[in-house]
């Protein structure tokens, strides 16, 4: 049950980061890079939701 909620959970995240935020593409290369850039659109992602709470 857990693991079946989890992909409904995930996957409006994504969703909302491409659609919404327009991301489609990673500008960087290399798994380090592109760590780095998915943890600032991860962080992105979270300063907009909580900016829509304050």
Known sequence: A??????????????DI?????????????IEKVNVEIGLVAMAHN???LALVI
Do not use: V
């Open 47 to 49: 300063l907009k939701k």
């Open 2 to 15: 857990h693991r079946k909620q989890r992909c409904w959970d995930i996957e409006a995240i994504f969703g």
């Open 18 to 30: 491409k659609h919404n935020m327009n991301f489609k593409r990673f500008a960087l290369r290399g």
